[in-house]
């Protein structure tokens, strides 16, 4: 018996280091410890360009993903949040884009300026960087999708490993259904310069991925979690424990696509437009707020 | 003594039997994203040759064996002459790819585009070739630069050229702005050509669409609805049937879709479903026209796999059969199949 849980426990061991570091807000704790997976509970996804561009854990989020997972209904529902949406930003002082609050105030500020612009509560949060998501995909074994257009952009950030931050290199993914690994689902998610709906088109690839990783997610083991706990060790913050991430992991795999609602915020509920000299995305809250209202409640 | 013995053998026991814990645990492990090389196993036998790619390689399969016949290097996305006697393959590097004619052992012959420049913005792509009905030109998808002079427009567009090495390309399509333009060049034995043009609706959907154009530079029509999103054609040998994947709204799954067509005319009969509900990708027709090649995955979310499916209306979807079981294959690559 000895013998046996020293075996599980050599093998689980990345699990329970992975436990060990940080997976709390900067303000130490969970945010609002859930009582378990039978609770509506919304989650923030959180993506960041991590490279040697930005000081240590001051970073713009490229990509902000509002989750509410409702386990008893089997709904969930994904708002992407614009990351040029012009809003106040919580504890600054300022009025900017939303993808500034993480960058000046850590994930504390972040949360709490989609909490008070989008009139939501947030239980979780999870932050991943760049190599974090290409190695959580590479360990997930890869995703399947199905790539609507051609994804054609001759300015793609060449930042993850090269010795230059600013350098670039030209993506081309052909559509069709296609198995991306971690770096080319990377490039799916990124990729802007050649589409006519710019960050509009980048959002909703985000989603998709999002429900490629859930159909992944579905295949994985419990003996999965050492390797996925190894791959996440340290690109990855989060509030969500191991053991209810792994619960909802489970809960993910009953939904099927059309349990998901998706909401993107193009026009009208947003429009593009011009302050402080840079180009931005203005609210119109008075359509934002009763359709989040609505999957948000 | 008997004693330390005694422990030494429970000790050594016990040290077996954690070991052998931990490796039922690992071997619990769930098999994504395994996949072995298709030179290392087997699928079941079809009749003539097919070719297909994983990871860059060139393989030949015929009688359920798959022999490898290129290096691991950008190889992708083959396609036959009509006789049979040469293959066009894109060889894909970091910023540019090549259209290369190869033998059926997979022995380069000729280098027929030079895409690759010094700057990086200079480089273009060659994709999706495909050989002209006699054999003698080769249409492919490539991203002419922008003649409005935008560095960020990518789109691709449909050209022509010699199937041998000099002479120039000529430009077929002109695709929608910033859509990432046309893709999947079919050439017609009349002399047109049936490609996938993509367009984004006033909802700021993207839909695909597969259109005939009779010649160069025609408006030319449309085979398929906007909310079908069908793309990647593949004619039957005698040009009356047409498979495509259609996903109609769909970001998750497609199905493949039989039809007739009239490749005069451009009018495609009654649609019939044979494979839904998977990520079906890449038909093509057997050299009888009998039986459609496709890849798709045997488990959700698992890796492209071959299948096949009767090439007749009213073929059930229980009808597809995997080939292959464990061989992760490059769905962009559709298979070639010839006598």
């Given at each position: 018996m000895l013998a046996g849980l020293l075996g599980l426990t050599a093998y689980f061991l990345p699990l329970f280091q992975s436990s060990a570091t940080p997976l709390q807000t900067s303000g130490g704790g969970l945010?609002?410890?859930?009582?378990?997976?039978?609770?509506?509970?919304?989650?923030?996804?959180?993506?960041?360009?991590?490279?040697?561009?930005?000081?240590?854990?001051?970073?713009?989020?490229?990509?902000?993903?509002?989750?509410?997972?409702?386990?008893?209904?089997?709904?969930?529902?994904?708002?992407?949040?614009?990351?040029?949406?012009?809003?106040?930003?919580?504890?600054?002082?300022?009025?900017?884009?939303?993808?500034?609050?993480?960058?000046?105030?850590?994930?504390?500020?972040?949360?709490?300026?989609?909490?008070?612009?989008?009139?939501?509560?947030?239980?979780?949060?999870?932050?991943?960087?760049?190599?974090?998501?290409?190695?959580?995909?590479?360990?997930m074994g890869g995703v399947n999708i199905v790539v609507t257009n051609p994804v054609m952009d001759g300015f793609y950030p060449n930042d993850l490993d090269g010795s230059n931050p600013y350098g670039y290199y030209r993506v081309a993914l052909l559509p069709g259904p296609v198995h991306l690994d971690g770096v080319h689902a990377l490039q799916y998610v990124r990729s802007r310069h050649g589409d006519l709906r710019g960050d509009f088109a980048r959002s909703e690839r985000q989603q998709q991925l999002l429900m490629a990783?859930?159909?992944?997610?579905?295949?994985?083991?419990?003996?999965?979690?050492?390797?996925?706990?190894?791959?996440?060790?340290?690109?990855?913050?989060?509030?969500?424990?191991?053991?209810?991430?792994?619960?909802?992991f489970s809960v993910l795999g009953q939904y099927n696509g059309s349990a998901i609602h998706r909401i993107l915020l193009g026009p009208p509920y947003t429009s593009e437009g011009w302050a402080d000299g840079q180009s931005v995305v203005f609210p119109d809250w008075d359509r934002i707020l009763p359709a989040v209202q609505q999957s948000f409640p | 003594?008997?004693?330390?013995?005694?422990?030494?053998?429970?000790?050594?026991?016990?040290?077996?039997?954690?070991?052998?814990?931990?490796?039922?645990?690992?071997?619990?492990?769930?098999?994504?994203?395994?996949?072995?090389?298709?030179?290392?196993?087997?699928?079941?036998?079809?009749?003539?040759?097919?070719?297909?790619?994983?990871?860059?390689?060139?393989?030949?399969?015929?009688?359920?064996?798959?022999?490898?016949?290129?290096?691991?290097?950008?190889?992708?996305?083959?396609?036959?002459?009509?006789?049979?006697?040469?293959?066009?393959?894109?060889?894909?590097?970091?910023?540019?790819?090549?259209?290369?004619?190869?033998?059926?052992?997979?022995?380069?012959?000729?280098?027929?585009?030079?895409?690759?420049?010094?700057?990086?913005?200079?480089?273009?792509?060659?994709?999706?070739?495909?050989?002209?009905?006699?054999?003698?030109?080769?249409?492919?998808?490539?991203?002419?630069?922008?003649?409005?002079?935008?560095?960020?427009?990518?789109?691709?567009?449909?050209?022509?050229?010699?199937?041998?090495?000099?002479?120039?390309?000529?430009?077929?399509?002109?695709?929608?702005?910033?859509?990432?333009?046309?893709?999947?060049?079919?050439?017609?034995r009349e002399g047109g050509l049936l490609y996938t043009r993509y367009l984004i609706d006033d909802k700021s959907q993207v839909h695909?669409?597969?259109r005939l154009v009779p010649e160069r530079g025609a408006a030319g029509l449309a085979l398929t609805a906007p909310a079908g999103d069908c793309e990647q054609p593949a004619l039957s040998p005698d040009q009356t049937s047409i498979a495509m994947i259609c996903r109609h709204g769909s970001t998750q799954s497609t199905e493949l879709v039989l039809a007739s067509i009239?490749?005069?005319?451009?009018?495609?009969?009654?649609?019939?479903?044979?494979?839904?509900?998977?990520?079906?990708?890449?038909?093509?027709?057997?050299?009888?026209g009998k039986t459609i090649a496709f890849l798709a995955p045997v488990q959700q979310g698992g890796p492209f796999q071959l299948w096949t499916v009767p090439a007749v209306a009213s073929a059930s979807p229980a009808a597809a059969r995997p080939i292959t079981q464990n061989v992760a294959l490059d769905s962009g690559s559709a298979p070639v199949w010839i006598r």
């Open positions: 945010l609002n410890p859930i009582s378990g997976p039978t609770q509506p509970f919304t989650v923030l996804l959180l993506g960041s360009d991590d490279d040697t561009k930005f000081a240590q854990d001051q970073y713009n989020t490229q990509s902000m993903i509002l989750v509410r997972v409702d386990p008893a209904n089997k709904q969930a529902t994904m708002l992407s949040i614009p990351r040029d949406l012009w809003v106040p930003i919580a504890g600054q002082g300022y009025t900017g884009k939303i993808d500034t609050a993480y960058q000046k105030g850590g994930v504390d500020s972040a949360i709490a300026t989609v909490q008070n612009n989008f009139h939501v509560h947030i239980d979780d949060y999870v932050w991943i960087g760049l190599k974090g998501l290409v190695k959580l995909i590479d360990s990783m859930k159909a992944q997610a579905s295949r994985l083991s419990i003996s999965d979690l050492p390797d996925l706990a190894r791959a996440m060790n340290g690109e990855v913050k989060t509030s969500i424990s191991l053991d209810r991430m792994r619960a909802l | 003594m008997i004693k330390v013995a005694t422990y030494a053998v429970l000790i050594a026991a016990m040290v077996a039997f954690g070991f052998g814990v931990y490796r039922v645990a690992g071997a619990m492990k769930s098999d994504a994203g395994h996949a072995v090389r298709p030179s290392s196993t087997t699928g079941v036998a079809l009749p003539y040759t097919m070719y297909v790619t994983q990871s860059g390689a060139l393989y030949q399969f015929k009688g359920g064996q798959f022999k490898q016949i290129t290096g691991d290097n950008g190889w992708t996305e083959p396609s036959a002459s009509p006789d049979g006697t040469k293959l066009v393959v894109v060889s894909k590097h970091l910023n540019y790819s090549d259209l290369y004619l190869l033998s059926p052992d997979g022995q380069v012959k000729a280098q027929l585009t030079h895409h690759e420049a010094a700057s990086i913005e200079g480089n273009h792509w060659g994709f999706l070739p495909r050989f002209s009905a006699d054999g003698t030109q080769v249409f492919y998808s490539y991203d002419n630069t922008d003649p409005y002079g935008s560095s960020y427009r990518a789109d691709l567009a449909i050209f022509e050229r010699p199937a041998s090495q000099g002479g120039g390309a000529v430009q077929w399509t002109d695709p929608n702005q910033y859509t990432g333009g046309d893709t999947y060049p079919v050439p017609l695909s669409q597969i009239d490749t005069g005319t451009g009018v495609i009969g009654h649609e019939s479903v044979l494979v839904t509900g998977q990520m079906a990708a890449a038909p093509a027709f057997s050299p009888d």
